[in-house]
């Protein structure tokens, strides 16, 4: 017997009306108007101004009333929390970017991997930027050495 797929909706997928997005976060719906109003959670709307919350925002709202009810955190200081979480996820997302673009650019250099060398010092004390794989040519020496052997 072939079975239906399952249906699964995006966490970001506006589907819940106000009162089952109450009940999913164990809320009253007038607690939902109360945390829209002060931007704790941004719900969708619809043409006619109804809200409508994703997987997420109820995910959020639950973490919201833990931080209230458990962790006895107000309202401001939990409004801090998320915007410091956002910030560190913006924050997060720029270093993934930038490794990406140092990445990029230590390729095009001729640079490889962790390990590869990156300087390197020649004979006179000389520090060398190097493509990897690139050697210090040595100098010229003009020094005259001479070698007695021990009279012994």
């Known amino acids: 017997m072939a079975t239906e797929p ?3 909706p995006d966490d970001d997928a506006p589907i819940f009306v106000i009162s089952v997005a109450a009940a999913l976060a164990g809320m009253h719906a007038q607690t939902l108007r109360q945390y ?3 931007g704790l959670v ?5 043409r006619g101004g109804g809200r409508r919350y994703s997987g997420r925002d109820v995910a959020l709202l639950r973490e919201v009333q833990r931080l209230s009810q458990d962790e006895g955190i ?7 929390i998320l915007a ?9 997302s720029r270093v ?3 490794r990406a673009e140092l990445d990029e650019a230590r390729a095009a250099a001729g640079y490889g991997g962790p390990g590869t ?11 060398y930027a190097l493509r990897a794989g690139q050697r210090v040519r040595p100098e010229r020496s003009q020094a005259l050495v001479v070698w007695r052997p021990d009279p012994r």
């Not at 941004?42 to 619809?46: A, C, D, G, L």
């Not at 410091?84 to 997060?92: F, I």
């Not at 060398?117 to 520090?127: L, T, Y």
């Open 6 to 8: 399952e249906f699964r």
């Open 36 to 38: 829209d109003r002060l």
């Open 42 to 46: 941004r719900p969708s709307r619809t």
């Open 74 to 80: 107000s309202l401001a200081g939990i409004q801090r």
């Open 84 to 92: 410091l979480e956002d910030q560190v996820s913006a924050l997060q």
């Open 96 to 98: 993934r970017e930038l």
């Open 117 to 127: 060398r990156v300087f390197a010092v020649g004979p006179s004390g000389e520090v």
